[in-house]
């Protein structure tokens, strides 16, 4: 863990901050790729993942972007509530579950409201790369974009086009178009609130993307229904121990209950931090972490959203 102050605060858009983070006693933080994220421990116990948006050549300070959420499970209201110049505060090192692949002949980066902020960092890092990409950013208006003075002000700021719901519809996404025809060296990045996700991921699909290819990062999950969950059981490969998972209980819950301690962060199979190998049975999963191929494996699930389809699971644990 690394102890920070918060050197500065900027509003960046309606319901968006940013926070400068530096060591307490201003030493260089660790170094970071573009696409990685910290976590931050907050008041009350709560652990939420923040991209880095500073430049990754930089690392006196990082730099994270924050919407205030109004579906808020206490993250987002706590950093933009509690979180002023001066407040001191617990982060991770750097973790990069959204990597850039740098040696790509083309790149396109599709960023959806506070998704811009490891976008924004992709971006910069292959402008200096001197590789070749576009970065389309979309927004329910321009007064919830996030740091569009920065990317204007970019020596790249010819390779941003801005898209606005309540725009003219010129200007509106045309993913269809822009994902026509995927060339086999051209590498596809997402982020962004789930439905723009799912509109541009399953456009790249219909139009015969490589799942290779086409990397995202999600920032929360849509609610799932839990009216048809049952009961299963989870088995612990080390010592043998049966567990029963009630239907109202999550896997990791019930793990929790018995003193079993796994590494939990946002709770909605989104960010990796649970992930757990499965030895045997077949996972239920609902997570958006894993790719689609990865979860047809079945080999390893998300215990804080996903279940079981067979009756038992033996977990390396």
Same mark, same amino acid.
């Given at each position: 863990m690394i102890e920070v102050i918060v050197v500065a605060r900027t509003n960046q858009a309606q319901?968006?901050?940013?926070?400068?983070?530096?060591?307490i006693d201003g030493a260089p933080l660790p170094a970071f790729a573009a696409g990685a994220h910290i976590d931050v421990h907050l008041p009350g116990g709560l652990i939420r993942q923040y991209s880095l948006c500073n430049p990754p050549w930089e690392n006196q300070s990082y730099l994270i972007g924050v919407l205030k959420d109004p579906a808020s499970r206490g993250g987002s209201r706590a950093m933009h509530e509690q979180m002023q110049v001066g407040q001191r505060l617990l982060i991770s090192e750097p973790r990069n579950l959204f990597p850039l692949s740098e040696y790509a002949q083309r790149s396109l980066l599709f960023a959806g409201g506070i998704g811009i902020?490891?976008?924004?960092?992709?971006?910069?890092?292959?402008?200096r790369l001197g590789a070749d990409f576009e970065l389309h950013y979309c927004a329910r208006s321009s007064e919830r974009?996030?740091?569009?003075? %920065?990317?204007? @002000?970019?020596?790249?700021?010819? &390779?941003?086009?801005?898209?606005?719901?309540?725009g003219p519809a010129a200007q509106r996404l045309d993913a269809a178009t822009l994902l026509a025809e995927p060339a086999?060296?051209?590498h596809l990045y997402v982020c962004g609130p789930g439905g723009f996700m799912e509109h541009v991921l399953g456009t790249a699909k219909a139009q015969g993307w490589d799942d290779q290819r086409?990397?995202?990062?999600?920032?929360?999950?849509?609610?799932?229904?839990?009216?048809n969950d049952g009961s299963f059981a989870v088995q612990l490969n080390s010592s043998g121990q049966i567990i029963q998972i009630r239907a109202d209980q999550s896997v990791a819950e019930a793990l929790e209950a018995c003193g079993i301690d796994i590494p939990l962060s946002c709770e909605q199979g989104i960010c990796g931090?649970?992930?757990? %190998?499965?030895? @045997?049975?077949?996972?239920?999963? &609902?997570?958006?972490f894993l790719t689609e191929a990865e979860q047809a494996l079945n080999d390893q699930f998300t215990?804080?959203?996903?279940?079981?389809?067979?009756?038992?699971?033996?977990?390396?644990l």
């Amino acid at each position: 863990m690394i102890e920070v102050i918060v050197v500065a605060r900027t509003n960046q858009a309606q319901d968006i901050c940013s926070f400068e983070l530096a060591r307490i006693d201003g030493a260089p933080l660790p170094a970071f790729a573009a696409g990685a994220h910290i976590d931050v421990h907050l008041p009350g116990g709560l652990i939420r993942q923040y991209s880095l948006c500073n430049p990754p050549w930089e690392n006196q300070s990082y730099l994270i972007g924050v919407l205030k959420d109004p579906a808020s499970r206490g993250g987002s209201r706590a950093m933009h509530e509690q979180m002023q110049v001066g407040q001191r505060l617990l982060i991770s090192e750097p973790r990069n579950l959204f990597p850039l692949s740098e040696y790509a002949q083309r790149s396109l980066l599709f960023a959806g409201g506070i998704g811009i902020t490891p976008i924004l960092c992709m971006a910069e890092r292959l402008h200096r790369l001197g590789a070749d990409f576009e970065l389309h950013y979309c927004a329910r208006s321009s007064e919830r974009a996030a740091f569009v003075g %920065r990317l204007q @002000a970019s020596p790249f700021a010819e &390779r941003v086009h801005l898209h606005f719901d309540d725009g003219p519809a010129a200007q509106r996404l045309d993913a269809a178009t822009l994902l026509a025809e995927p060339a086999a060296d051209t590498h596809l990045y997402v982020c962004g609130p789930g439905g723009f996700m799912e509109h541009v991921l399953g456009t790249a699909k219909a139009q015969g993307w490589d799942d290779q290819r086409a990397h995202r990062e999600y920032f929360a999950a849509a609610p799932i229904n839990h009216t048809n969950d049952g009961s299963f059981a989870v088995q612990l490969n080390s010592s043998g121990q049966i567990i029963q998972i009630r239907a109202d209980q999550s896997v990791a819950e019930a793990l929790e209950a018995c003193g079993i301690d796994i590494p939990l962060s946002c709770e909605q199979g989104i960010c990796g931090t649970c992930l757990t %190998r499965v030895l @045997a049975g077949e996972p239920e999963h &609902r997570d958006l972490f894993l790719t689609e191929a990865e979860q047809a494996l079945n080999d390893q699930f998300t215990p804080c959203c996903s279940r079981a389809k067979s009756p038992l699971l033996v977990l390396d644990l």
